[in-house]
């Protein structure tokens, strides 16, 4: 196979630039650099489409490989062929690979294994053949011999038969048949089990759906159910329409033979084949409902990295608690904790008016501007409080509900501890929560992100794929943002292309040495970041204040001389781009002719367009265009709400049948995928992401299962 001439028919992307991608991979290149600064050798393929390339190419290779070492394994039992070389090649996927090497690979015992031994083989090969003239006794009885536990003609026949069972089942062409049929005619069934949870999985108590038509979340549910002892799970497949496509390949016109082989190929179907492709099918079905769960979550991750941050405010965190009181944490604009506190206007203390004065005196002498509450455990009574408390603030004060997912985790961390050594668990939770308002990228990325809360079934995905693409997810959000040189902790440089744990500690070090970075140039003198690593991260890191206005834009170093070029040529320098003279920029350069521009400054057409885009907002920051997180001083309850009723709200969690919007109440709102828009999708994430503001109308409310349904259609806005 010519991976590369594969993947640019799958990806139809050329197949020249496929192999500049595939050198930059294995030269060391990462994503995010590739393509940011690589755009003319890629076509300008996108960090996803990248990623997907990526892990496609692993899995070419490791078919590649495994190709090899079943060759290996085969020549080296002397059974090797043109047939076998040629049905390999052809191979497309590891499953069509194991299927090849099935009758090859070393087997523990089975009943097949030990006719073998017994010299059946050559016995089974005749019934295979079905050319008989006389009964299979008459030539059975060759191969009668009690000294190898064969005592009679009918031990020998049945012997005989195990090895054509196996013979059967191990048929690589068949298997591919019958997994095809399987996947088209098959339906996986369930039945409820005696189970203190089975309430859970009342749907599914004697419930059956086509296996090519059930949905990834169903597959999952059912999985979790049968896991907990809650669920019976089959596959159910019409047996007569696997038996027919089998007789079509080993049952011949034979009178002597034709009952004993369909009795055995009945026999291998039910013993051998059925079990061994039902295995194979669940696993399929979950691993590509996996699949579709792990792309949830880089679905839900992107949008709520990338949410805007709420800068230039003082922000007071509230992490909500009953017997434990509210925790208290008021953050500067930089993210510096100002202040702290312990406040209980929550039951069982309920001490609201004392709770108040402490709040009121805090929120003027810190003059706070927004209230960040997080929406656990006793949000609801907080949130009452809070509503009640602002109406007593002589100054504009707002509040937002902020999703806590994860904030207990980073509480009690290593990460936390370091960062807040002198303070109560809870308190890192209220910080956590003010500063996931301020600058929700910054302070998610110390969170494992499996534990932020977005997508579903987290704990049921095999977990290193998830981590894989998840760490992707945030590595790709981290270097389309930028990250600050001097103020950039540990945690987030992690995450820059090209560094790792250790020079992320060793440029924080540096900065303390020289206190203040001033240009880029400096990360060459840091330990251990050698010229590869600086050509990979230099781009991704600002310089606020620097030596060079370009050391605050994404423009890379190695542009530098392309962009005093650019600016050279239409008479213009460095203080018409710190003081924003540029607009003219763009239509010169239009005048001039792009590609002309682009061949004077000795770069490609997409990189020009990148600088000038740098050059017309230094310093820009990309989520500022993403939408502002809902601010609000009222108060609405799941009892209050009414069918009719438009809201605004904000979108929390999008899954394979809806989305999940908070409108103000303490229990977030389902839009069902039907309830999204008047065109038909096939998914959600196509019209809505993780952040997005949207206008709903509630069509129903069930205030004992706290369920509100809620749709997008038909509203007025």
């Not at 455990?377 to 002589?394: D, G, M, Q, R, W």
């Not at 301020?438 to 981590?467: C, F, N, W």
């Not at 050698?530 to 310089?543: D, H, M, V």
């Not at 239509?587 to 521009?597: A, D, P, Q, R, T």
Request: aromatic share 4%; hydrophobic share 40%; glycine share 4%.
């Amino acid at each position: 196979m010519n991976i590369n001439e594969t993947l640019s028919k799958e990806f139809d992307v050329r197949l020249d630039r496929v192999d500049n991608i595939v050198k930059m991979l294995d030269d060391g290149d990462t994503i995010p650099f590739i393509a940011r600064y690589r755009k003319e050798l890629t076509g300008s393929l996108d960090d996803q489409i990248l990623r997907e390339m990526n892990d496609r190419l692993n899995y070419l290779r490791n078919l590649e490989k495994r190709k090899q070492e079943v060759e290996n394994s085969i020549k080296e039992q002397e059974k090797w062929s043109d047939e076998l070389e040629q049905k390999l090649s052809q191979a497309k996927t590891l499953t069509e690979v194991e299927d090849i090497y099935r009758p090859y690979k070393p087997k523990r015992k089975t009943r097949a294994s030990v006719a073998i031994s017994k010299g059946l083989q050559p016995l089974a090969d005749i019934l295979l053949a079905q050319n008989l003239t006389c009964e299979p006794k008459i030539i059975a009885e060759e191969y009668v011999d009690p000294d190898k536990d064969v005592k009679n003609t009918e031990e020998a026949i049945n012997g005989a038969l195990d090895i054509v069972a196996e013979i059967i089942s191990d048929d690589s062409e068949l298997r591919k048949t019958l997994r095809e049929l399987l996947q088209v005619q098959a339906s996986i069934k369930t039945q409820l089990l005696e189970n203190e949870k089975n309430k859970t999985y009342e749907m599914y108590a004697d419930y059956a759906e086509q296996v090519c038509k059930i949905p990834s979340h169903r597959i999952l549910a059912i999985n979790r159910g049968e896991k907990e002892d809650c669920l019976k799970v089959n596959i159910i497949l019409d047996e007569k329409l696997a038996i027919k496509d089998i007789e079509k390949v080993y049952l011949k016109d034979n009178d002597f033979t034709n009952e004993l082989i369909k009795n055995t190929i009945l026999d291998s179907y039910q013993r051998l084949l059925f079990p061994s492709l039902e295995r194979e099918l669940r696993t399929a079905l979950t691993d590509k409902a996996n699949e579709q769960a792990i792309k949830m979550f880089d679905v839900n991750l992107r949008p709520l990295l990338l949410q805007a941050p709420l800068k230039n405010n003082v922000i007071m965190g509230f992490d909500p608690g009953y017997r434990m009181g509210c925790k208290i944490a008021i953050i500067d604009q930089k993210g510096d904790v100002l202040d702290t506190a312990v406040v209980y206007p929550t039951p069982p203390q309920s001490k609201t008016e004392e709770s108040m004065e402490i709040l009121s005196k805090l929120i003027l002498k810190h003059k706070v501007d927004i209230i960040a509450i997080g929406n656990g455990t006793a949000s609801k009574e907080s949130e009452i409080f809070v509503v009640e408390l602002l109406k007593h603030i002589p100054r504009q004060v707002s509040y937002a509900m902020v999703n806590e997912a994860g904030a207990s985790v980073y509480s009690a961390s290593k990460l936390g501890a370091q960062e807040f050594p002198d303070f109560d668990v809870n308190l890192r939770s209220a910080v956590s929560i003010a500063r996931r308002l301020q600058d929700p990228l910054s302070e998610l990325i110390k969170i494992d992100v499996k534990s932020i809360g977005v997508g579903q079934y987290q704990h049921d995905m095999p977990q290193a794929r998830l981590t894989e693409v998840l760490t992707g997810v945030v590595e790709d959000c981290v270097n389309s943002v930028g990250v600050d040189l001097n103020t950039a902790s540990v945690r987030l440089l992690e995450f820059v292309s090209g560094l790792n744990t250790k020079t992320a500690k060793n440029i924080v070090a540096y900065r303390k040495d020289i206190k203040h970075y001033s240009n880029r140039e400096q990360l060459l003198k840091v330990s251990g970041l050698g010229q590869k690593a600086y050509e990979q991260c230099a781009g991704f890191l600002r310089i606020t204040d620097g030596d060079n206005v370009l050391d605050n834009t994404a423009v890379h170093p190695e542009s530098y001389g392309a962009v005093k070029i650019l600016l050279d040529h239409f008479n213009l320098d460095s203080e018409d781009v710190k003081n924003g003279n540029l607009a003219i920029l763009p239509s010169l350069i239009k005048n001039e002719g792009e590609e002309k521009v682009a061949k004077l400054c000795n770069v490609g057409i997409p990189t020009l367009n990148d600088i000038v885009t740098e050059l017309l907002r230094p310093g820009r920051d990309i989520r500022e265009s993403m939408p502002k997180p809902v601010l609000r001083s009222d108060l609405l309850s799941l009892e209050d709400l009414k069918e009719g009723m438009v809201l605004t709200g904000t979108v929390r969690n999008v899954i394979d049948f809806g989305a999940f919007v908070d409108i103000g109440v303490h229990q977030d709102g389902l839009v069902h995928i039907s309830q999204i828009c008047d065109r038909y999708i096939k998914h959600p994430s196509e019209v809505l992401k993780v952040g997005d503001v949207v206008t709903v109308k509630v069509i129903g409310v069930d205030v004992e299962k706290k369920r509100i349904s809620l749709t997008m259609k038909d509203v007025e806005k």
